[in-house]
């Protein structure tokens, strides 16, 4: 009897569960058990969130959902050789900071070795963001400056003869005068690539870097033909 007592109660407690778990809404799965657990909500980015299938909520409504990341949050990066471009940037702005841009200036240097084929990436870049204003030689006298008649910002090879690698990242990040920060159109490590050829504007045409970058190829060469050569002899030794 109480066999029986207990098939009826589970029958109706799992029948009940059921008719429970039905909904009209064909996209709904029904009554679900703690969903978070095995199944997370996807936010979507550029959706409003206050307003999704005729339900309304007043506090998410033309709420941003494509976020910026968390302060402190780093890029990954799948080539452990170019992740310390996506560190945070260790000096403040001008306005936070008005020694940063001296500081930067002695104690940045680019990370990235020259090479004909960095500095021809530096020019490539230089053409689409800088040429406009520094002009194809670096001048000062690009086509915002020829036709719109704005200021020139000077010759590199005069003018800004002096400045720094360390200087011109930090300008290029931040800014400075005229020049609006370029931190949203290069990347960290192309602005290190434009700088090189910056370097060979400011110099006539040559880069600084160019006769340590051959020294350094010659020295590798060198080194490479003494350990054949050795190799070569001990083997004839042998």
């Not at 997370?40 to 007043?58: C, F, H, K, L, T």
């Not at 400045?163 to 602005?191: D, I, P």
Request: a negative charge; proline letters at 4%.
């Amino acid at each position: 009897m109480i066999k029986k007592y207990l098939n009826i109660i589970g029958l109706t407690a799992v029948t009940g569960f059921t008719l429970v778990s039905c909904t009209k809404d064909a996209d709904s799965p029904g009554l679900e058990y703690m969903p978070d657990m095995y199944r997370s909500p996807a936010i979507e980015a550029y959706v409003d969130y206050g307003q999704i299938r005729d339900r309304e909520n007043d506090s998410l409504k033309n709420v941003m959902s494509a976020r910026i990341p968390v302060e402190g949050t780093i890029t990954f990066s799948s080539d452990a050789s170019k992740a310390q471009f996506n560190f945070p940037f260790a000096y403040k702005s001008w306005e936070e900071d008005a020694t940063a841009y001296e500081r930067a200036g002695a104690e940045l240097k680019n990370p990235i070795p020259y090479s004909a084929e960095v500095e021809a990436k530096g020019k490539h870049l230089y053409e689409i963001f800088c040429d406009h204003c520094h002009g194809e030689t670096g001048e000062g006298d690009g086509t915002v400056v020829t036709w719109g008649q704005f200021p020139s910002p000077g010759s590199y090879a005069t003018k800004y003869a002096n400045t720094t690698e360390g200087q011109m990242f930090y300008t290029l990040t931040y800014g400075k005068g005229l020049m609006g920060s370029h931190a949203s159109q290069l990347n960290k490590e192309e602005r290190w690539q434009v700088i090189h050829y910056v370097q060979t504007l400011q110099n006539g045409g040559t880069n600084p870097n160019a006769a340590g970058a051959e020294a350094t190829v010659e020295v590798a060469d060198t080194a490479a033909n003494v350990a054949v050569e050795t190799n070569t002899n001990t083997n004839e030794n042998k």
